[in-house]
Every structure is written in C-alpha cells, then in structure tokens.
C-alpha cells in the first residue's frame, strides 16, 4: 500500500479487499443516475454501502443522500475502507466543495482512502487531479511549493500558446499600441509603492533586477497572472479565484499575496504564504500587509 494519504484508481482495483460489510462508497455528484449503467457495472451489489454527496433531493428510498460531509459522519465512517468516487462536470462551485470535503476527509480517516473519477470530458479533470496530488503532500511548505510551480508552468504554456504578449523585437503588443510608459520590455520594470501621500503613488521604477539578457530568471507568480489594462480590455483576465488549486488551497489573504508581490523572488513569495495574520481584512489591505518588505541593502 502507498503511503499517500488518497490514491487514485481504476476500475480494475476499486477496493483494498474484498469485505463487504466493511466497504463504504462517498459518490460526489451533481447529480446522480441510479438507472445509469456504469454504475451498476462498478457498484453491482453494493448500493446500500453508498452515500451520495450532492446538493440535490432524491426521491428513491434506496438513496442516501447528504449535502455536505461533517466532522460527525466522518467519524462514523472512520474505519471503513472507502472509496470515493468523483462524477462532475463543469460545475465549478460544486468541484471546489468537493475537494474541500475530500481535504477534510483525507485529514480525519484512519485508512488510506481510494478514489475513482468518472470521466465526464470535464475541463477540471488535470485540476482534480492535480488537487487530489496536493492533499497528499502532508507539509505545507512543499504542497505551497508543488501548487505554486505547477501554476507558474502552467501560465507559461499558456501565455507561450496563446502569444498574448507577442513580443516582437523586445516590443509588447501593447507597446506597440502606443499603451504602456517604456517602449521595450513591455511590464518588466519594477517600482515601489510610494507613501499615501505621494501623488507619484509609484517611485524607483526601473527594469526588473531578475530580468537578464531578455528574460526572467526566478519564478514570480504575481508577474505569471498578471496581465496589462490592454490585454483586459481584450478579455484576457487570469482570476486567482477561478484556479482551482489556488481557491482551494489558499485563503483570501493568501490570494492578495499570490497576486500583488511582483518583481520578488518565489523564495520571498512562498515564506510571505506560510505567515499567519489575524488583521481584519480591510486593515490588512489598507496597511498592504500583503507585500513583502523590500530588502535593505
């Protein structure tokens, strides 16, 4: 057995053994098809082991039902050997419950806990995935790591893709749209905030320490979602909030973190993440609590 806390299988090794009685099916769906046939291939016989995790009311006897997964029950089904079995499609409020749930399932069962996603061509499939990757890395600082690096490649594969920049001769899109302050290296100049009362509201605006020769060379997560007023008004916005690594695992603060610490080292960045403040959020954004204090020389 893999000491991951949450594996993910097929249909060939659904379960650990073959006790029935000590089986126990968690089915997270928007909505489920008693009648579909897939189920009765993979659940043949084990129906009345199963509890289906969804917001809807079903009328068939036969159906557990609850709407949410709480500390009681999971201490109910402490020592049972479950599976979970994930069937959603696009509905993403409703896939970001479910991965909390499962998070809090994984941290309070006893025995390694099996799931099984039904593929249903979501677009969050690689997301699910990836999240269930996460809850496996018990030290925060190396899950903060794994999620914060795969967000980072995965705006690169898509700002490379897409070419929204479309840097030609070290001159931006919008540079050449007559959009930005500097003509070359389109937003790679770095700044400091300057006082409340400084009309300037910036200062000390120079190219990026860690752009050299015409590149980045750290990985800054706040420069990889960021996008310029003339890529918005094209429509290309990158919301924290609609990531779903980022929205599960990470709280609002957090997220004012991830999004608002340019032109600083992921090392900063990711010791800026594991701090704790209890501030009211309005003092903690009036008071930029979320920056990283520069470094003296």
């Given at each position: 057995?893999?000491?991951?806390?949450?594996?993910?299988?097929?249909?060939?090794?659904?379960?650990?053994?073959?006790?029935?009685?000590?089986?126990?099916?968690?089915?997270?769906?928007?909505?489920?098809?008693?009648?579909?046939?897939?189920?009765?291939?993979?659940?043949?016989?084990?129906?009345?082991?199963?509890?289906?995790?969804?917001?809807?009311?079903?009328?068939?006897?036969?159906?557990?039902?609850?709407?949410?997964?709480?500390?009681?029950?999971?201490?109910?089904?402490?020592?049972?050997?479950?599976?979970?079995?994930?069937?959603?499609?696009?509905?993403?409020?409703?896939?970001?419950?479910?991965?909390?749930?499962?998070?809090?399932?994984?941290?309070?069962?006893?025995?390694?806990?099996?799931?099984?996603?039904?593929?249903?061509?979501?677009?969050?499939?690689?997301d699910i995935i990836n999240c269930i990757k996460a809850i496996n890395i018990c030290n925060q600082s190396e899950r903060n790591e794994f999620i914060y690096?795969?967000?980072?490649?995965?705006?690169?594969?898509?700002?490379?893709?897409?070419?929204?920049?479309?840097?030609?001769?070290?001159?931006?899109?919008?540079?050449?749209?007559?959009?930005?302050?500097?003509?070359?290296?389109?937003?790679?100049?770095?700044?400091?905030?300057?006082?409340?009362?400084?009309?300037?509201?910036?200062?000390?605006?120079?190219?990026?320490?860690?752009?050299?020769?015409?590149?980045?060379?750290?990985?800054?997560?706040?420069?990889?979602?960021?996008?310029?007023?003339?890529?918005?008004?094209?429509?290309?916005?990158?919301?924290?909030?609609?990531?779903?690594?980022?929205?599960?695992?990470?709280?609002?603060?957090?997220?004012?973190?991830?999004?608002?610490?340019?032109?600083?080292?992921?090392?900063?960045?990711?010791?800026?993440?594991?701090?704790?403040?209890?501030?009211?959020?309005?003092?903690?954004?009036?008071?930029?609590?979320?920056?990283?204090?520069?470094?003296?020389?």
């Amino acid at each position: 057995m893999s000491d991951e806390k949450i594996e993910i299988v097929n249909k060939e090794n659904l379960w650990s053994n073959n006790h029935n009685e000590k089986k126990m099916i968690l089915y997270f769906a928007e909505k489920f098809y008693y009648e579909k046939q897939e189920n009765y291939e993979i659940f043949d016989g084990l129906f009345r082991q199963m509890v289906i995790i969804s917001r809807k009311n079903y009328k068939n006897k036969n159906i557990k039902v609850k709407s949410c997964v709480t500390t009681k029950f999971i201490k109910q089904i402490k020592y049972r050997d479950v599976l979970i079995v994930i069937d959603v499609k696009d509905d993403y409020s409703y896939i970001k419950k479910t991965i909390k749930s499962i998070e809090k399932i994984c941290n309070d069962m006893n025995n390694q806990i099996r799931c099984f996603i039904i593929n249903n061509n979501s677009k969050y499939e690689k997301d699910i995935i990836n999240c269930i990757k996460a809850i496996n890395i018990c030290n925060q600082s190396e899950r903060n790591e794994f999620i914060y690096d795969l967000i980072c490649k995965e705006m690169d594969k898509k700002f490379l893709k897409c070419n929204y920049c479309d840097f030609k001769g070290d001159i931006c899109r919008a540079s050449r749209a007559k959009c930005t302050v500097h003509e070359k290296m389109g937003c790679c100049y770095s700044f400091d905030y300057a006082p409340f009362w400084d009309f300037r509201l910036t200062k000390n605006v120079r190219l990026c320490e860690y752009l050299r020769e015409g590149k980045c060379t750290t990985k800054n997560i706040s420069c990889k979602v960021f996008t310029c007023n003339y890529l918005k008004r094209q429509g290309i916005v990158n919301d924290t909030h609609k990531m779903l690594l980022l929205e599960c695992f990470f709280n609002k603060k957090q997220h004012d973190v991830i999004q608002l610490n340019f032109f600083r080292a992921k090392e900063d960045i990711l010791e800026k993440l594991k701090e704790r403040n209890n501030d009211m959020y309005f003092w903690y954004i009036l008071n930029r609590k979320y920056m990283i204090k520069k470094k003296k020389d």
